[in-house]
């Protein structure tokens, strides 16, 4: 049987039909791709965004910042624009710094930004204003960058809450010393409540000092100066590892501060466990912070005396309507505050009843 055998013509050409056929196939993919990632679809309906904004945080997996991207999505969704998580897809674990390089190039419609007071965020901030890109900082800011809006709260306010909160633990531990007769407390002689302020190394000074000056100003206002002693504790907030090396070595003082205040989720857990480790529990007051469900369960068997949360699901909200309005009309608030809610033993099992009912 005589073979067929193809021309050289017709080879060539049937190489190029492939080829053109190749690149069409890849032009589809890529036209749906980009349709894909501005459309969401359900069984009854398909909508397509006006813009994609881009939200970046170093600590995307805590609860913290997934409450507050829910709280976005769902302002988002209202507005007809789209918000991801940036990095939460990929492999590597990469700062804030590295993400907002990407979403530079990636020439997002806009970025919400957790700040961090670093220099070297607001000079990223600085280049993705100068390319058109308005950047939101959330919770923490970075004042002197170009920002168009910082959606958070007020550290000179959460600082007079935590305060407040010094003085009914201070309360309590004194009640629980008459019942007791402990005349260490109760006596003429009374010592001094010892306060650690626990803050993460990353924190800057000014904002260390903020707060402590809403603390001591609320304590001030019905305290004694003399009566109290209070002092900052950093912590190496590198891992979870690292928390607990700094809250361990604390607790291994020869006396151990009488109330923790605690800034971060993280913080609040840590220090909760070595309480219960080290036995202490009733003997150390905690305030913590967040209202994750190891937390609030911590407050209703009375281990954690209160806790201090921002209401996430406004800080998500308000950074997405002000990317909006700065959208729409080139301007928006410079300055916007979420509401902080304190969590006890009054109203925790209302509140987590409330927080049962909004996740169904």
């Known amino acids: 049987m005589k073979k067929k055998t193809i021309s050289g013509k017709k080879l060539f050409l049937y190489l190029i039909l492939t080829a053109i056929f190749s690149v069409a196939v890849l032009s589809v993919a890529v036209i749906y791709f980009r349709i894909y990632t501005a459309e969401v679809s359900d069984d009854s309906y398909s909508r397509t965004f006006s813009h994609y904004y881009a939200m970046i945080t170093d600590d995307y997996k805590s609860s913290f910042w997934q409450s507050v991207y829910r709280g976005a999505s769902e302002e988002a969704l209202e507005d007809g624009v789209f918000v991801e998580l940036f990095g939460s897809n990929l492999?590597?674990?990469?700062?804030?710094?590295?993400?907002?390089?990407?979403?530079?190039?990636?020439?997002?419609?806009?970025?919400?930004?957790?700040?961090?007071?670093?220099?070297?965020?607001?000079?990223?901030?600085?280049?993705?204003?100068?390319?058109?890109?308005?950047?939101?900082?959330?919770?923490?800011?970075?004042?002197?960058?170009?920002?168009?809006?910082?959606?958070?709260?007020?550290?000179?306010?959460?600082?007079?809450?935590?305060?407040?909160?010094?003085?009914?633990?201070?309360?309590?531990?004194?009640?629980?010393?008459?019942?007791?007769?402990?005349?260490?407390?109760?006596?003429?002689?009374?010592?001094?409540?010892?306060?650690?302020?626990?803050?993460?190394?990353?924190?800057?000074?000014?904002?260390?000092?903020?707060?402590?000056?809403?603390?001591?100003?609320?304590?001030?206002?019905?305290?004694?100066?003399?009566?109290?002693?209070?002092r900052t504790v950093a912590v190496d907030s590198t891992n979870p590892f690292s928390v607990e090396e700094s809250v361990h070595s604390v607790f291994m003082e020869e006396q151990v501060p009488d109330i923790f205040v605690c800034l971060s989720e993280l913080d609040t857990t840590v220090v909760y466990q070595a309480v219960v480790d080290f036995n202490m529990v009733g003997k150390v007051k905690i305030l913590g912070y967040y209202d994750s469900e190891k937390i609030l369960d911590a407050i209703s068997r009375g281990v954690v005396f209160s806790t201090l949360t921002v209401n996430t699901d406004e800080l998500g909200r308000f950074g997405v309507k002000a990317l909006v309005e700065y959208s729409e009309y080139g301007n928006t608030s410079q300055y916007v505050t979420a509401d902080v809610i304190i969590i006890d033993r009054s109203n925790v099992a209302e509140y987590t009843k409330k927080v049962e009912e909004d996740e169904e």
């Open 91 to 230: 492999t590597y674990n990469y700062s804030s710094e590295e993400l907002m390089e990407m979403a530079i190039s990636a020439q997002v419609d806009g970025i919400l930004v957790a700040g961090n007071g670093r220099e070297e965020m607001t000079q990223l901030i600085g280049r993705a204003s100068a390319r058109g890109i308005p950047v939101v900082t959330m919770y923490s800011d970075n004042e002197d960058s170009a920002r168009c809006s910082f959606v958070g709260v007020n550290g000179y306010n959460i600082g007079s809450e935590y305060g407040r909160q010094v003085i009914r633990a201070r309360e309590e531990l004194l009640r629980l010393a008459e019942a007791t007769g402990n005349e260490v407390w109760t006596g003429q002689n009374k010592r001094v409540t010892s306060i650690a302020v626990l803050f993460d190394d990353k924190t800057s000074a000014y904002d260390q000092n903020v707060i402590l000056s809403g603390i001591v100003d609320a304590m001030s206002a019905q305290m004694k100066n003399s009566e109290f002693d209070i």
